[in-house]
């Protein structure tokens, strides 16, 4: 297990794949379960195990206590050798509002620099109107796309049929 | 576009971001529309975007007049330098049994030995009986696991609840 340096006192590790279940057991319960099971379900297709084994090294948990209370998975793309990029963050409802968030991104910009990363990018649902937000706050470009959902910019089925995003860019 | 040796006879090249969207078209024509909508959005949950952006340079897409035929969606994995890792491959069923699969598993086995590695894996559903034929004629093990499936070993719960699979890894 890689220690590294805390985030606003919190302990920070690499994840490993043994945090994957534990993990997706959080994510249910911050996010309120929402979508029921079919929800879970498609939060664990979104965070498959093999980002715990393949893309630890560029990935941030964090605890409290041996809880875990936030964490981001991202990684440096292989083919595009300029660009670095967030998958996934969560941070537990109660921890939020200290900039937990905020800290763990820029933990993460600092390690895109350190390995020659000049762009960011990570994506979200349009109806994340906080995520929207939260990356606007955190130097991030949303970029122009096609549609428009309550004045944001979408890229209209992005991740396939139905599955509309935002794309945000940041230039570090 | 690269444009890589061909396979059998048919063009290869490194697939783009703007493949996503035909290849899960395709998908859901190859897999008969197993699912319905729900099978395709889980398809597409599992194929997101970002492989098309970022793993591009280590996979592959065979065309026969310009229509997809194959594809196979892979990666060095960051985190353990020896390992490499197939995510999804997909073969029209109306091209199979000439070998095209097992020509693309070939061909991502000698990137990955160019590349340094000695170890690849890969994942599918137990119940999935072709898949786990295809890989352990390809040379792959099935590894043991705390459950069994029709004398299959299976992996509980690996990529969340309910989702179990089996784990193939083959030594280069």
Chains 1, 2 share one sequence.
Do not use: C
Not at 104 to 117: C, I, M, T, V
């Amino acid at each position: 297990m890689t220690t590294l340096p805390p985030l606003l006192g919190h302990p920070v590790r690499r994840p490993t794949p043994d945090d994957h279940l534990p993990v997706l057991a959080v994510l249910d319960r911050w996010w309120g379960g929402l979508g029921g099971e079919e929800g879970s379900r498609q939060r664990a297709l979104l965070l498959p195990k093999l980002m715990f084994q393949h893309f630890s090294s560029s990935s941030f948990l964090v605890t409290a206590d041996e809880r875990i209370v936030a964490f981001l998975i991202g990684f440096l793309s292989p083919s595009r050798p300029a660009e670095s990029y967030i998958h996934f963050v969560g941070v537990d409802p109660a921890e939020r509002g200290k900039g937990l968030g905020a800290a763990l991104y820029e933990r993460f910009f600092a390690y895109s620099r350190e390995n020659g990363r000049s762009v960011v990018r990570a994506i979200t649902s349009p109806v994340n109107k906080d995520s929207h937000a939260f990356h606007t706050r955190m130097g991030f470009v949303t970029e122009p796309g096609p549609k428009e959902f309550e004045g944001l910019p979408v890229q209209p089925d992005y991740d396939g049929p139905g599955l509309d995003r935002l794309s945000f860019r940041k230039d570090l």
